[in-house]
């Protein structure tokens, strides 16, 4: 079993920063993508970037331009800088682990909460 632990979520205001920092407890054999969703109540989670374990990125349109997405694979972990945040960015964030031969991990989840 892996754990993902997130950190970093909060309150700010409308065109603010924040970074999500997500941790494996461990790696996972094989290639994998580390990834943050996002939902809001009423709402199903959707994607919001993703990265392979090769660094191959991939951005939700509504974020592109504003979100970066990397990751560290020494320590097993992703990063997401939010840039030049908007209400509509207002979610609880999940770190999602998954690799190619069938393991899907997520985090607890982070609440990001950008006032207009």
């Known amino acids: 079993q892996v754990q993902l632990v997130e950190s970093g979520g909060g309150l700010v205001q409308s065109g603010g920063s924040l970074r999500l920092s997500c941790a494996a407890s461990?790696?996972?054999?094989?290639?994998?993508?580390m990834g943050w969703y996002r939902q809001t109540p009423g709402k199903q989670r959707e994607l919001v970037a993703s990265?392979?374990?090769?660094?191959?990125?991939n951005y939700a349109d509504s974020v592109k331009g504003r979100f970066t997405i990397s990751r560290d694979n020494d320590k097993n972990t992703v990063y997401l800088q939010m840039n030049t945040l908007k209400a509509e960015d207002t979610a609880v964030y999940y770190c999602n682990l998954h690799g190619i031969y069938g393991d899907n991990y997520w985090g607890q989840g982070t609440q990001v909460t950008v006032s207009s």
């Open positions: 990265i392979s374990s090769s660094s191959a990125a």
């Open positions: 461990r790696n996972i054999f094989g290639p994998n993508v």
